[in-house]
């Protein structure tokens, strides 16, 4: 079993900076590609970034330049360091990770953590 614990959210203030952390934990031999996903009230689950095992990472384009996705492979962490926060997004964040089981596993699962919410308020 494979889970995801996702920490670091909360209120803030516009203009301020979160970090949210979401480790992995289990039975696996590897994890590939790993990301943040969000959720508004009214609005679909949008990828916000991610990040593969060697470090490549994409951004969705409202967070370019202030927010920067990291990952630390021996911890099985990955991170999301938001800055110049705004009220848009606020969400509720969440992490997946795409886990290969064992050596022999032929593709990766999705799993997914609980989620995380951030409120961007004065």
């Known amino acids: 079993q494979v889970q995801l614990v996702e920490s670091g959210g909360g209120l803030v203030q516009p203009g301020g900076s979160l970090r949210l952390s979401c480790a992995a934990s289990g039975n696996f031999f590897s994890i590939d590609v790993m990301g943040w996903y969000r959720r508004a009230p009214g609005n679909q689950r949008e990828l916000v970034a991610a990040i593969t095992s060697g470090g490549s990472t994409n951004y969705v384009d409202s967070v370019k330049g202030r927010f920067t996705i990291s990952r630390d492979n021996a911890k099985k962490t990955v991170y999301l360091q938001m800055n110049s926060l705004k009220p848009e997004d606020t969400a509720v964040y969440s992490c997946?990770?795409?886990?290969?089981?064992?050596?022999?596993?032929?593709?990766?699962?999705?799993?997914w953590g609980q989620g995380t919410r951030v409120t961007v308020s004065s």
């Open positions: 997946n990770a795409d886990v290969k089981i064992s050596s022999g596993a032929p593709y990766f699962n999705r799993y």
